[in-house]
T-cell receptor
Framework: AQRVTQVQPTGSSQWGEEVTLDCSYE???????IFWYRQLFSGEMVFLIY??????QNQRSGRYSVVFQKSFKSISLVISASQPEDSGTYFC??????????????FGDGTVLTVKP | DPKIIQKPKYLVAVTGSEKILICEQY?????MYWYRQSAKKPLEFMFS???????DNQTASSRFQPQSSKKNHLDLQITALKPDDSATYFC???????????????FGHGTKLSVL
């Protein structure tokens, strides 16, 4: 069964600092993807970045990047030059490609990030 | 402008009543989903539809029934409401075509349901 764990319920940083949010997961599938979403204070879920399991290269998108440690089944989201607007709840989610057409994501509990000015 | 419209944004219901949560997406996507976020719980997958056909149902209770009248609509009917049903219900969509799974999901703003 799939499971996603985010052990940091909260995190904080100062404006301009690099922030790392951790996530670990459990899956028996070979092909899967890990997504990162951010939930704004309005409740809206915004996609940030994803990492396919078969890609050994860490993905990067703007100020977001991931550190993917497949053998440890862990992935970290790295936010460079954090800004107060980055504050919100960050969710890690697992998608197993074997479950074709389901679109099912398994989410972690989230990490509430506060970036101080 | 929001591309996934959920109505209403807030909903208060009494125990035992029935409500319908509305979702329309204007992204031209073929797949739509419902997720639920209860207090102190992670976002939970409920249903997925592709081309208006049910693809997956992870909801144990038959009180939750998705309804798809058009390709870009996926409403959620909840009957015999219970206080435990109180949660924010998110509609989502993806490009996903048949045979292509687990695309990037786009979420609506959610409907916050409170059952008294």
């Amino acid at each position: 069964a799939q499971r996603v764990t985010q052990v940091q319920p909260t995190g904080s940083s100062q404006w301009g600092e690099e922030v790392t949010l951790d996530c670990s997961y459990e899956t028996s599938e070979y092909f899967y993807r890990i997504f990162w979403y951010r939930q704004l204070f309005s409740g809206e879920m915004v996609f940030l970045i994803y990492q396919p399991s078969f890609d050994t290269q860490n993905q990067r998108s703007g100020r977001y990047s991931v550190v993917f440690q497949k053998s440890f089944k862990s992935i970290s989201l790295v936010i460079s030059a954090s800004q107060p607007e980055d504050s919100g709840t960050y969710f890690c989610a697992l998608s197993e490609l074997y479950n074709t057409n389901t679109g099912k994501l398994t989410f972690g509990d989230g990490t509430v990030l506060t970036v101080k000015p | 402008d929001p591309k996934i419209i959920q109505k209403p944004k807030y909903l208060v219901a009494v125990t035992g009543s029935e409500k319908i949560l509305i979702c329309e997406q204007y992204l031209g996507h073929n797949a739509m989903y419902w997720y639920r976020q209860s207090a102190k719980k992670p976002l939970e997958f409920m249903f997925s539809y592709s081309y208006q056909k049910l693809m997956d149902n992870q909801t144990a209770s038959s009180r939750f029934q998705p309804q798809s009248s058009k390709k870009n609509h996926l409403d959620l009917q909840i009957t015999a409401l219970k206080p435990d049903d109180s949660a924010t219900y998110f509609c989502a969509s993806s490009q996903g075509d048949r045979g292509v799974a687990n695309e990037r999901l786009f979420f609506g703003h959610g409907t916050k349901l409170s059952v008294l």
